[in-house]
T-cell receptor, first 112, second 117 residues
Framework: AQTVTQSQPEMSVQEAETVTLSCTYD???????LFWYKQPPSRQMILVIR??????QNATENRFSVNFQKAAKSFSLKISDSQLGDAAMYFC?????????FGTGTRLTIIP | GAVVSQHPSRVICKSGTSVKIECRSL??????MFWYRQFPKQSLMLMAT?????????EQGVEKDKFLINHASLTLSTLTVTSAHPEDSSFYIC?????????????FGDGTRLSIL
């Protein structure tokens, strides 16, 4: 079974600053994928970034990047130059054995 | 990009009513679709995996007779909440995965807010 832990229920950051959201996971799979999804108040699930576990290079998508530490089973999300539109719930997710498991989420507030 | 359409977006009905929710992949084929339930301020919990042309796989604790899933084509899966009661009120969201390598992400519908009176 796989589990995903997000230890920060809430985070806040000043607009234009950088924030890092934490995520750790436990898995018995050797081949798996990790994702960060964003859920704004509309409750739509939006893919932010993904990482293949077999890749050592950290994924980057514009202002979003991850710090993937496979041995430590850590997958943090860094948001640079935070914008008001980044305010949302952020869910870390593990995909393995055909199943996507979500963490409990981190609510990110952007302070103008 | 891949688009998943979920309908209806909001349902309010009386206790005892059965409610059907549709999940369609609009511009891609999906042999596998997933149904999740999300309680307020909580995470998404997988209810079942819907496979085209075969029976759905339910997660532990999910009543298969309560939550009927049909996946009759490569672009449509339906979830029917039978004889719904107030405790079934929740946000239900589906997703579909594009055929291909395992690194293809799941694309989510906009969800259905179900309220049972």
């Amino acid at each position: 079974a796989q589990t995903v832990t997000q230890s920060q229920p809430e985070m806040s950051v000043q607009e234009a600053e950088t924030v890092t959201l934490s995520c750790t996971y436990d898995t018995s799979e050797s081949d798996y994928y990790l994702f960060w999804y964003k859920q704004p108040p509309s409750r739509q699930m939006i893919l932010v970034i993904r990482q293949e576990a077999y890749k050592q290079q950290n994924a980057t998508e514009n202002r979003f990047s991850v710090n993937f530490q496979k041995a430590a089973k850590s997958f943090s999300l860094k948001i640079s130059d935070s914008q008001l539109g980044d305010a949302a719930m952020y869910f870390c997710a593990h995909f393995g054995n055909e199943k996507l498991t979500f963490g409990t989420g981190t609510r990110l507030t952007i302070i103008p | 990009g891949a688009v998943v359409s979920q309908h209806p977006s909001r349902v309010i009905c009386k206790s005892g009513t059965s409610v059907k929710i549709e999940c369609r992949s609009l511009d891609f084929q999906a042999t596998t679709m997933f149904w999740y339930r999300q309680f307020p301020k909580q995470s998404l919990m997988l209810m079942a995996t819907s496979n085209e042309g075969s029976k759905a796989t339910y997660e532990q604790g999910v009543e298969k007779d309560k939550f009927l899933i049909n996946h009759a084509s490569l672009t449509l899966s339906t979830l029917t909440v039978t004889s719904a009661h107030p405790e079934d009120s929740s946000f239900y969201i589906c997703s579909a995965r594009v055929l291909g390598p395992s690194n293809q992400p799941q694309h989510f519908g906009d969800g259905t807010r179900l309220s049972i009176l």
